[in-house]
């Protein structure tokens, strides 16, 4: 199914104080899932960008934003119907969705609270990653169309993947001129951890222009988490300075890839947290990402304590663009922002855990611009 396929189901306008123009939330089929039901996308346009979002995971599934020429293009990677996303299989990449109910990597599926074991299911080597094998990503959303954008709900029962209490799950994205915001927020019952970050993966050049090595990047950060073999945070946040991971300066992500660097061989490139400077919890600048051929320039502005910078390092190819262009190594980055990797058995690093009568609140912001 195609973008220019779908048949709309419903439109409303809205404005945008200070953007200059409405924002147009619209609302279509997205295809079937494996039960039969039909999946939703929802298109968020103004002026300046327009955002494709499924029920589907939460997920981003498009986001057309001008280059320097003009042109649009679309800068993160996925599918034109939901059964891409549905028919990855086991070897998931977990493009553009909302990742959960724990994102990135507990040690050993395993953690304690209040002296209680709980056990996630393994599902990357002896680490749970992103919620394990059936995690937020691959649940059905309730959707609420909102001004200027869609909120997305998720009730979590207790016991879900192993983890404890009844937890409620708000992502809401809205547009506003160049800059897409999403806001988290969540809700317990029981003591639980959370940890829900975006998992889109970005090429400012466009999903079908070849690799990200040539973009230069800029992270926020003076410190990164060092990661063991199984990608686990190991010795505590290490200074940038003298390494690959020193990003304070913009530096073209592929001029160091290939350094002699253990962290970047256990990894296969860039695959670990930064500790972005600044308070946990305010709002603060996490990275920038230029594309010099295109002149897109991403923005993002975060209250999380960190940012996974992803290289798109375990991409194979096995899956393609609408155009059939393989989804290759490094044809896509991802900026995490979240708490740190394995927090729940880390008590030095920000905590995770979210008890009952508290709500988490997080938000980021993803800013497209051009240089000219």
Request: glycine residues 12%.
């Amino acid at each position: 199914m195609r973008w220019n396929g779908v048949i709309l189901l419903s439109m409303m306008m809205l404005g945008v104080e200070g953007a200059g123009a409405a924002v147009t939330v619209t609302k279509a089929d997205f295809g079937k899932l494996k039960d039969g039901k039909t999946a939703e996308v929802y298109t968020l346009k103004d002026a300046d960008l327009e955002v494709k979002l499924t029920n589907y995971g939460a997920r981003i599934v498009a986001i057309m934003a001008k280059g320097r020429d003009g042109k649009v293009a679309d800068v993160v990677l996925g599918y034109p119907s939901v059964e891409g996303y549905v028919n990855e299989g086991s070897a998931k990449t977990y493009f553009g969705a909302i990742v959960g109910r724990y994102g990135n990597r507990i040690a050993g599926g395993t953690f304690k609270i209040d002296g209680h074991e709980y056990h996630i299911p393994k599902n990357d080597g002896n680490n749970a990653l992103h919620g394990g094998a059936h995690g937020f990503d691959e649940q059905v959303w309730t959707a609420k169309q909102i001004a200027d954008g869609v909120e997305f709900t998720l009730l979590s029962k207790d016991g879900d993947a192993g983890f404890p209490g009844n937890l409620t799950a708000h992502v809401r994205y809205t547009l506003v001129g160049s800059a897409l915001h999403i806001n988290y927020s969540a809700t317990t019952d029981k003591p639980t951890v959370v940890n829900l970050t975006n998992h889109s993966y970005f090429n400012l050049g466009g999903q079908d222009s070849g690799t990200i090595l040539n973009d230069v990047l800029m992270i926020n950060a003076d410190k990164y988490t060092p990661v063991n073999k199984d990608l686990i945070p190991v010795g505590g946040p290490q200074p940038v300075a003298g390494t690959p991971f020193d990003f304070r300066k913009p530096t073209p992500i592929g001029q160091r890839i290939h350094d002699n660097n253990e962290q970047l061989k256990i990894a296969g490139g860039y695959d670990h947290n930064w500790v972005l400077n600044g308070p946990n919890g305010t709002m603060k600048l996490a990275a920038k990402v230029t594309d010099p051929k295109s002149g897109r320039v991403l923005t993002v502005t975060t209250t999380q304590p960190g940012v996974q910078f992803y290289s798109g390092n375990f991409l194979t190819g096995a899956y393609k663009s609408a155009k059939g262009t393989p989804f290759a190594k490094n044809t896509g980055m991802c900026l995490e922002t979240q708490h740190y990797p394995d927090s729940p058995n880390q008590p030095n690093f920000p905590s995770t855990e979210l008890k009952p009568g508290q709500t988490m609140h997080s938000e980021t912001v993803f800013t497209f611009s051009v240089e000219k």
